[in-house]
């Protein structure tokens, strides 16, 4: 099966808000798609859907050839769909190595009952959580933080916390909210060189973002969404050359379709 992920025909209503609406779009096994939009599109309604924080009012979210419109996040997560939130949600009291162990431990053999009863196996397993969460810092660079309190973080070291945690899920599929908000050009840069290579490892990722030059650089295929509906969907060329799309993003800077150097 070539398509990871499917979306179908789904519509989100708060009240009487239309968040998305009669959207539908495949995200490819091994591909970095891209999901943008101005502000108020229906992008991270649609994260809260595929990640199964809320069902949506109707159409179906089809992962691996399988229905999840009804599941619990903890499920989804347990299939191999992690996330990164556009507002942190890194657990503020606990050292760094602490929160990626908390990703991590939903991949461990035995579960969570076992090791608050501490029957054999605990130490070993604790050991081995706590191994893998390490390397998971290794791989995002804050292998030198790792005992650090979380509260004491940077904005860039925080997200990538964010990213080390979602990664200890193991996940099949990866949803990242707004990962390079707030982060200079020196650090979105390096995100888009770690999203590429979290890719290369074989997770196929879903991005929300803002920043043009790190979509239109590293996305294969790019949905464009306005107002909760899809106006557009294509290469990076092709959207950044849709006319609609250029009139979603009229009276914001048309800069932010086209990415600037
Ligand atoms: N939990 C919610 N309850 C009510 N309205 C919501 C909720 N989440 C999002 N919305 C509304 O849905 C629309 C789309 O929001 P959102 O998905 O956050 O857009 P984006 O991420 O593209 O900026 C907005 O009008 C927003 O106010
Ligand atoms: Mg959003």
């Known amino acids: 099966m070539i398509n990871l992920l499917e979306v179908k025909h789904v519509t989100k209503k708060f009240g009487g808000v239309v968040a998305n609406n009669d959207v539908s779009f495949s995200v490819e096994r091994g591909q970095i798609v891209g999901l943008i939009g101005p502000n108020g599109a229906g992008k991270s309604t649609m994260f809260n859907m595929v990640s199964c924080v809320f069902p949506p009012t109707s159409g179906e979210i089809v992962f691996e050839g399988r229905n999840i419109e009804n599941i619990s996040s903890f499920k989804a997560a347990s299939l191999g769909i992690a996330r990164t939130f556009q507002n942190l949600q890194v657990f503020k009291n606990m050292t760094v190595i602490e929160n990626v162990m908390v990703g991590a431990h939903l991949h461990t053999r035995s579960n969570m009952l076992i090791a608050a009863l501490s029957l054999p196996g605990k130490r070993k397993e604790e050991r081995e959580l706590y191994d893998m969460a390490m390397e998971y810092l290794h791989f995002v660079g804050l292998e030198h933080l790792f005992d650090y309190l979380s509260s004491d973080l940077p904005l860039g070291a925080l997200r990538l916390l964010e990213l080390a945690r979602a990664l200890a899920v193991k996940p099949k599929l990866l ?15 390096e995100m888009a060189n770690l999203i590429e290579r979290i890719r290369d490892r074989g997770v196929t990722v879903l991005v929300v973002e803002h920043d043009m030059d790190l979509v239109m650089g590293i996305c294969d295929k790019v949905v464009v969404l306005d107002q909760g509906v899809k106006i557009a969907e294509g290469t990076p060329k092709e959207v950044q050359n849709n006319e609609q799309v250029i009139n979603a993003y009229l009276g914001a800077d048309i800069d932010d379709i086209k990415g600037g150097e």
């Open 175 to 189: 949803l990242l909210d707004e990962i390079a908000a707030g982060l200079n050009h020196k650090e979105t840069k």
